[in-house]
Each structure stands twice: as structure tokens, then as C-alpha cells.
């Protein structure tokens, strides 16, 4: 499980990087993925990266402000490619990736969790 105690960076949704100059847009996901990278690399634990993984969401929401769910998953698109950098899982095509369960729920503070779950059989 990954834990980052803030939501996908708004700069990432998909209605807003397409107004972004190239540069600005190109940061936004180098920070993000390079964040997932160094959590990632927290939960390696030695292992090798996983052959057949399902990743799981959940987003837990300060306040009532309403958020749109498939453009949230959507601004982890650099997390998946840090989680990948990072060794954790081989690659994120239909192979070796699927989506699984995405959540969200009002809470006290902002968090994203991250699931990763082996399902090499």
C-alpha cells in the first residue's frame, strides 16, 4: 500500500493539461511520477517487480466539494509510471496491469492510497 497524504495534483486532469504550455504540463508529471518513484521504492523491499499486477484506489476527500472520479484516476496516470519506474511492477500495459476497485469517501484530510495487489497466479 502507498499513501500520499494529498490528492492527485489538479494540474494533471486531463481538461486541464491540454491548456497547459508543453513545459509547464511536462514538469507537472515529472514531479508527480518522481514522487510515486521514491514512495515506491519504500515498499520494494528487496523483491523483484510483480508479473501480473491489479492496482487499487481509494481517494479520501477534505471537505463536500464534489470531484469528478474517472479524472481523478486519470491524474495518477504518473504514478502508475513511477510505480513502474521504481521496479515495483514490470510494466503497465494490458499484460501486466489491471484497474481494479476506485474509490472515494469524504474525510477529515486529503489522501490517495495506492494498492497493489500480486495476481501473477
Same mark, same amino acid.
Given at each position: @500500500?502507498? +499513501?500520499?497524504?494529498?490528492?492527485?495534483?489538479?494540474?494533471?486532469?486531463?481538461?486541464? !493539461? $491540454?491548456? %497547459?504550455?508543453?513545459?509547464?504540463?511536462?514538469?507537472?508529471? +515529472?514531479?508527480?511520477?518522481?514522487? @510515486? &518513484?521514491?514512495?515506491?521504492?519504500? #515498499?520494494?523491499?528487496?523483491?523483484?517487480?510483480?508479473?501480473?499486477? +491489479?492496482? =487499487? &484506489?481509494?481517494?479520501?476527500?477534505?471537505?463536500?466539494? $464534489? =470531484?469528478? !472520479?474517472?479524472? @481523478? !484516476?486519470? #491524474? #495518477?496516470?504518473?504514478?502508475?509510471?513511477?510505480?513502474?519506474?521504481?521496479?515495483?511492477?514490470?510494466?503497465?500495459?494490458? %499484460? =501486466? %496491469?489491471?484497474?481494479?476497485?476506485?474509490?472515494?469517501?469524504?474525510?477529515?484530510?486529503?489522501?490517495?492510497?495506492?494498492?497493489?495487489?500480486?495476481?501473477?497466479?
Amino acid at each position: @500500500m502507498i +499513501r500520499l497524504f494529498h490528492l492527485p495534483p489538479a494540474e494533471l486532469n486531463p481538461n486541464k !493539461l $491540454r491548456r %497547459l504550455h508543453w513545459s509547464k504540463r511536462s514538469s507537472e508529471i +515529472r514531479i508527480a511520477r518522481q514522487e @510515486m &518513484y521514491y514512495e515506491a521504492l519504500g #515498499c520494494k523491499n528487496g523483491r523483484g517487480p510483480i508479473k501480473k499486477a +491489479r492496482i =487499487h &484506489y481509494k481517494f479520501i476527500i477534505a471537505g463536500k466539494r $464534489r =470531484h469528478d !472520479l474517472d479524472n @481523478m !484516476l486519470a #491524474c #495518477c496516470k504518473p504514478y502508475v509510471d513511477g510505480i513502474v519506474d521504481a521496479g515495483i511492477i514490470e510494466a503497465d500495459d494490458i %499484460l =501486466h %496491469l489491471e484497474i481494479g476497485s476506485v474509490k472515494a469517501e469524504y474525510g477529515k484530510d486529503n489522501e490517495t492510497i495506492i494498492i497493489i495487489e500480486d495476481i501473477t497466479g
